[in-house]
């Protein structure tokens, strides 16, 4: 019988990998900066309309500043912590669904699969 199974994809960390990942949240962040800015631009034209709707709209454009900042710390925070890593860990990148054959008598612990990649390339399946 085949029956769905979740297997976790990881990837070995290697400098390729750091230097990519350091790459995508410098980009995120830069993004999110350029939001959280143009909502403050956003936010002073509002400050400058009559009162009707304005304390509204400022209270909607705080709380996505707020978003953003809590975004950018995030991303520094992450950082930080691939940063720390040494080379050669393993980092959980996704789950995928595969479809597994399980037999009588198979012992359902052991039908839980990774698959471990290194550079782009499948170099282990346990």
Do not use: H
């Amino acid at each position: 019988m085949q029956v769905l199974r979740t297997v976790v994809v990881k990837q070995v960390l290697t400098e390729t990998l750091k230097q990519s990942l350091l790459s995508s949240y410098q980009d995120k962040k830069s993004q999110l900066e350029k939001e959280y800015e143009q909502l403050r631009f956003e936010l002073k034209k509002t400050e400058r309309q009559q009162k009707g709707s304005r304390q509204q709209k400022a209270g909607f454009f705080q709380k996505e500043m707020e978003q953003r900042r809590q975004k950018i710390e995030n991303i520094d925070f992450q950082k930080s912590q691939l940063e720390m890593l040494p080379l050669g860990s393993e980092l959980k990148e996704k789950e995928v669904q595969a479809l597994i054959d399980v037999q009588v008598g198979d012992r359902w612990e052991e039908t839980e699969k990774t698959i471990v990649i290194k550079d782009g390339i499948v170099v282990e399946i346990r």
